[in-house]
């Protein structure tokens, strides 16, 4: 009897030793799962890279502009007033309200001028239309003249 309890002792023991030994791989597999190798000394140059920076969109730029009556059908209207947007990018909007009228248009720099010279019209929301032809004397200072499709003509004054 001795030898069979003995035998079932051991059989026990190889039960759980085998059991211990399986648990102990898993848990031990399982720790190292999240571990890498960092080398000490690398045997390889270190990796540059370059970034590239976009540079920012310039901000569009609103400016006054003043349109002063340069002949006698513009003096029944007096001094006008306008708006110019500039997007930087040599394109921008013209608005302005004459008579009541309100002008709505684009205002474009003329390509490889070299005096910086630009034109703005605008069609009216009762039908008619204004002209401008403009220079620019420095970034935010400027003049020109605009004519209205009733033949009013101004003296127009941009910044400042």
Known sequence: MKIVSSLFSLSRLSRLSRRTALAAAVLGATALTGCYVVPVQPNHPPVTSTVYVTPAVPAS?????????????????????AVVTNDMNGRGTFTTNINGESFTG?????????????????SGSRGNYISCRYQMNSSTLGTGQCRLSNGA????????
Not at 106 to 122: C, F, H, M, Y
Not at 153 to 160: D, Y
């Open 61 to 81: 730029t609103t400016f006054a502009a003043r349109l002063y009556p340069a002949n006698d059908l513009a003096r029944g209207y007096g001094m006008v007033g």
């Open 106 to 122: 684009e205002a474009t720099r003329i390509a490889g001028s070299s005096t910086r010279e630009g034109v703005a019209n605008g």
């Open 153 to 160: 003509e101004f003296t127009m004054h941009v910044g400042g």
